[in-house]
């Protein structure tokens, strides 16, 4: 009897290690690595065809990447005198044609074709928490600590309050052509809304406060993650759920998410350098794996502020460590 308890006892091991074994990210290195922030970035963000990326460093202020070249195309300056003006937040539109940088008070609009200027705007009531811009420049959306997020249309000076959730914001999104928004609160919502009227479409509850949400450019899906073990993919036309990603941690925080081209995928990445590419359908994992941490940094870390699919084979992430990195996805 004994002997049966033990190979019973050593099964279930066995099990337990195959299970863990398969939720670890594989061992690959990136297929190339550069450096855009010399002692690290303080944010990124990765236009939706992988082409372009803004990052915000102490040293070189505000940078816009061409990734096909790897070459430095502007430097832009937003104030950056001190740690309280370090542009912590950035977004590029969906067609390329501008980019929104924010630090805690100030947010500023860029024409990445000619690297002008079009706009520097302060808050003075909040802090900035995360922005958003559309197609053109046309629409801008902010995301604050007292729990408003305002949308602007830039043509007439227009600003749409949204006073749906009751603590700070998180995330937000907005689609390429501006009219629908989600955001994201410590309240434990996550609200689809329209921009024009301010209505909400959808309300999607979580059992924790919402850390992450995005919309698939192309009108498909929405996404929403909590602090804890909620992590959910969205029908955005009749707002039913579609999928939960599965994990075996107790939790998983996103701190970059992207739908693929053909909507089969999500990439997701973390602050644990963890990057992962799950099936919208069913919510698997399909693969994982962890960037590269700056050589001189103890304890190895990074935090993984934007992904991108580059092409069905390869991925583009920025991160912490100052490192845009390019991945051949093993399928």
């Known amino acids: 009897m004994l002997n049966c308890n033990l190979t019973i006892l050593k099964a279930k091991l066995l099990f337990l290690l195959a299970l863990l074994s398969a939720c670890q990210p594989v061992g690959q290195e990136p297929t190339q690595r550069w450096q855009h922030a010399v ?5 990124a963000n990765i236009s939706n065809d992988a082409k372009f990326s803004v990052v915000s460093s102490i040293h070189h202020g505000i940078s816009l990447w061409d990734l096909e070249n790897n070459a430095l195309k502007y430097s832009w300056s937003q104030q950056q005198n001190n740690a309280d003006n370090l542009v912590l937040v950035a977004d590029i539109a969906d067609n390329n044609s501008h980019a929104i940088t924010a630090n805690r008070n100030d947010f500023s609009l860029w024409n990445i074709e000619n690297g002008a200027s079009e706009g520097f705007w302060s808050i003075t009531e909040s802090t900035i928490r995360d922005v958003a811009v559309s197609n053109n420049g046309d629409y801008l959306l902010v995301g604050q600590s007292n729990g408003k997020v305002v949308h602007i ?3 007439n000076g227009r600003r749409l309050e949204f006073l749906g959730h009751q603590e700070k914001i998180n995330a937000v999104d907005m689609l390429p052509n501006g009219r629908i928004a989600i955001s994201g609160s410590n309240d434990f919502v996550a609200y689809v809304w329209d ?8 309300r999607f509850n979580h059992p924790s406060r919402v850390t992450m949400v995005a919309l698939d450019p192309k009108g498909r899906f929405a996404f929403t993650a909590d602090s804890k073990k909620s992590a959910n993919i969205w029908d955005l036309k009749t707002g039913e759920l579609i999928s939960k990603l599965k994990y075996f941690n107790r939790q998983e925080v996103f701190s970059a998410v992207q739908f693929s ?10 602050p644990s350098r963890k990057v992962s590419i799950w099936d919208v359908a069913t919510g698997e994992r399909l693969t994982s794996w962890r960037v590269l941490p700056r050589e001189d940094i103890r304890p190895a870390g990074a935090v993984v502020y934007s992904v991108a699919f580059r ?8 991160s912490s460590s100052g490192y845009a ?5 093993n399928k």
Do not use: C, F, R
């Open 261 to 270: 081209p053909d909507g089969s995928q999500l990439l997701t990445g973390a």
């Open 153 to 155: 249309t830039i043509a």
């Open 39 to 43: 002692e690290g970035a303080y944010a």
């Open 325 to 329: 990195e390019l991945w051949q996805v």
């Open 195 to 202: 921009t024009k009227s301010g209505q909400v479409i959808y």
């Open 311 to 318: 092409d069905n084979n390869q991925v583009i992430t920025e």
